[in-house]
Nanobody, 123 residues
Framework: QVQLVESGGGLVQAGGSLRLSCAASGRTSNYAMAWFRQAPGKEREFVATISQSGGSTVYADSVKGRFTISRDNAKNTVYLQMNSLKPEDTAVYYC?????????????????WGQGTQVTVSS
């Protein structure tokens, strides 16, 4: 059983930056990891995913060039560096894990989820 805890959310002005962290209770070096987000009144959507080694990443078009996903397997932690934030990035951000090497953009294919961290971007 893997438990995920997100941190680093908060209130930031448009154009600012935040770095989210996702700490895993167990060893997740063999897990593909991802970030999803859910804005008020909308369905949860894919943001970014990273392979077990960190060598492969995939991003949603809406964040490409602004967000960077990374991981430190020694610390069992995944990060999401968010730059040039926009008001439309406002959402609860969730970390997710799947014990497979294939990357996936579909939330149904992730087995473990964190409780989420709120990110609010003011205009």
């Amino acid at each position: 059983q893997v438990q995920l805890v997100e941190s680093g959310g908060g209130l930031v002005q448009a154009g600012g930056s935040l770095r989210l962290s996702c700490a895993a209770s167990g060893r997740t070096s063999n897990y593909a990891m991802a970030w999803f987000r859910q804005a008020p009144g909308k369905e949860r959507e894919f943001v970014a995913t990273i392979s077990q080694s960190g060598g492969s990443t995939v991003y949603a078009d809406s964040v490409k060039g602004r967000f960077t996903i990374s991981r430190d397997n020694a610390k069992n932690t995944v990060y999401l560096q968010m730059n040039s934030l926009k008001p439309e990035d406002t959402a609860v951000y969730y970390c997710a894990a799947r014990p497979r090497w294939e990357l996936s953009m579909f939330e149904s294919e992730y087995d473990y989820w964190g409780q989420g961290t709120q990110v609010t971007v003011s205009s």
